[in-house]
């Protein structure tokens, strides 16, 4: 079973950036698919991102496209989100997940099944 463990979170104004880590341990993630979910407050956990095992393909949610990049460093075992032009909107807490395929498996939390605990993400207006 693979650990994730998610950092980088915090308050930031709108217009700026963060940069989330997610750091595995326990086996190695280099394999398989990983991707990046929210959850705000009162609303259900939606998709963000997702990339396949090399990197050499992302997908993002409508609502953080081309604001949003995600990418890997295998030999790390660490994925990040980069997060640029920040809204207050994007305030919940992120999680990453790792698939069970080395393809992205949905735009949703269906085929994902190792999560992290979460970061929080804050966007003042």
């Known amino acids: 079973q693979v650990q994730l463990v998610e950092s980088g979170g915090g308050l930031v104004q709108a217009g700026g950036s963060l940069r989330l880590s997610c750091a595995a341990s326990?086996?190695?993630?280099?394999?398989?698919?990983m991707g990046w979910f929210r959850q705000a407050p009162g609303k259900e956990r939606e998709f963000v991102a997702g990339i396949n095992w090399s990197g050499g393909s992302t997908v993002y949610a409508e609502s953080v496209k081309g604001r949003f990049t995600i990418s890997r460093d295998n030999a790390k075992n660490t994925v990040y989100l980069q997060m640029n032009i920040l809204k207050p909107e994007d305030t919940a807490v992120y999680y990453c997940?790792?698939?069970?395929?080395?393809?992205?498996?949905?735009?949703?939390?269906?085929?994902?099944?190792?999560w992290g605990q979460g970061t929080q993400v804050t966007i003042s207006s």
């Open positions: 997940a790792a698939a069970g395929s080395s393809f992205i498996p949905s735009m949703s939390s269906n085929g994902f099944h190792s």
């Open positions: 326990g086996r190695t993630i280099s394999s398989y698919a």
